[in-house]
C-alpha cells in the first residue's frame, strides 16, 4: 500500500493537485493531508473530493514550515499508517493519471531492489504552460551518480517525484538544511542505502514553479548555504567513493564557495589544499595555486 503525504499551505493550485489524486487509475493509496495552520482554509475544497479516493485531512495548530520544512514533513507523514512505501507531494504539484498505476505495475521489479523510487517530471509555470523538456533518468542509477549529476546540472529533481520506504525513512529521516533545500537529495542518497534508485520513465509528475512556490522565491543566498552543507557531507565523508573526475570537481565546488562566503579560515584552506595533492592532477593543482595567488593579491 503506498501513502501519500501532502503538506498542505497554499490553496491556489491545490485544486489541480487533488484533481489529479482523483484521476488515477489505479486507487490503491491513501493521502494524507498536514495543515500547516495555513490561513487558507483547504475544508470546503475538500469536500468536494469525498468519496472520489481516500484521504484524511489534519490541521495543525501550530505553523512549523516556517521555521523547520523537515519537521513538517515530519509530522505529516507521522498522520500515515503503516504504509510500507511514501510519496510527499507538494499542494501545488500534479500527477499524471497513471502514476500510481505504474508504481504497481513495476513493483515486483523494484521491491527488494531499491528503497527509492522516482519518475521523470516536467515543470509547468503558474499559467500551466510547460516550461521544460520531460525529465528522463536512467532506470537504475546509484545515488552518488545522482549526486554528481545533480551537481553539473544535468538533471534536476524535486520532493514529488519520489516513493521511497518507509523503513528506510524511519531509519535515516531528513537532514535539516536551510529552508529544506538539498535535504530531499540527501535523503535519496541516504534511503537508497547503496541500492540503485529504480526510475518509471512511462510516467510524469508535474513540478509547479511559480511565484508563491519555494523554488519560484528561494533566496539565492540561502540555497548556497544549503548547498554548500549538502556538499560539504560528501567531502568530509565521500569523497573517496567518487572518480578522481569527480572528486576534483567537487574540490572546485567547495573551493569556489569559500572565495564567495569569505568564511574559510586557515585550517579550511589547508584541508582543501592536502585534499588536491592526494588527488593530483598537475593541470587542476596548477589552476588552484594560481586561484589562490590571484585571491591574497586582491586582499
Not at 518509471?200 to 509528475?205: A, G, L, M, T, Y
Request: hydrophobic share 40%; proline share 2%; aromatic share 18%.
Amino acid at each position: 500500500m503506498l501513502a501519500i503525504i501532502i503538506p498542505y499551505y497554499k490553496l491556489t493550485f491545490f485544486d489541480a493537485t487533488l484533481q489529479s489524486l482523483a484521476n488515477q487509475t489505479n486507487q490503491k493509496f491513501k493521502v494524507y493531508i498536514g495543515d500547516d495552520a495555513s490561513p487558507e482554509n483547504p475544508t470546503d475544497l475538500l469536500e468536494k473530493y469525498k468519496g472520489k479516493f481516500d484521504f484524511l485531512h489534519h490541521r495543525f495548530d501550530k505553523n512549523l514550515g516556517r521555521t523547520s520544512l523537515i519537521k513538517q514533513w515530519e509530522r505529516c507523514i507521522a498522520l500515515s499508517g503503516n504504509e510500507e512505501w511514501i510519496m510527499i507531494l507538494g499542494d501545488d504539484d500534479v500527477l499524471d493519471d497513471n502514476v500510481v498505476e505504474s508504481f504497481y505495475s513495476h513493483f515486483r521489479e523494484f521491491n527488494g531492489l531499491s528503497n527509492v523510487v522516482r519518475f521523470a517530471t516536467v515543470e509547468l509555470n503558474e499559467k500551466d504552460h510547460s516550461i521544460s523538456n520531460i525529465y528522463v533518468h536512467p532506470r537504475l542509477e546509484k545515488g552518488l551518480n545522482f549526486f554528481i549529476r545533480k551537481l553539473k546540472w544535468e538533471t534536476r529533481s524535486s520532493l514529488s517525484e519520489y516513493v521511497f520506504k518507509r523503513q528506510a525513512y524511519l531509519k535515516h529521516h531528513f537532514k535539516e538544511y536551510f529552508s529544506g533545500f538539498y535535504s530531499d537529495d540527501m535523503a535519496w542518497i541516504d534511503f537508497s542505502e547503496d541500492k540503485p534508485i529504480y526510475t518509471i520513465n512511462e510516467s510524469v509528475v508535474t513540478i509547479r514553479i511559480s511565484d508563491i512556490s519555494l523554488s519560484g522565491i528561494a533566496d539565492r543566498d540561502i540555497v548556497k548555504q544549503a548547498e554548500y552543507l549538502y556538499l560539504n557531507f560528501f567531502y568530509d565523508n565521500k569523497l573517496s567513493c567518487l572518480s578522481k573526475t569527480n572528486r576534483l570537481f567537487v574540490l572546485k565546488k567547495i573551493e569556489f564557495y569559500h572565495y564567495f562566503s569569505h568564511t574559510a579560515n586557515f585550517k579550511a584552506w589547508f584541508h582543501l589544499y592536502i585534499k588536491y595533492w592526494s588527488n593530483f592532477d598537475i593541470k587542476e593543482l596548477y589552476r588552484f595555486h594560481k586561484r589562490i595567488l590571484i585571491e591574497l593579491l586582491k586582499s
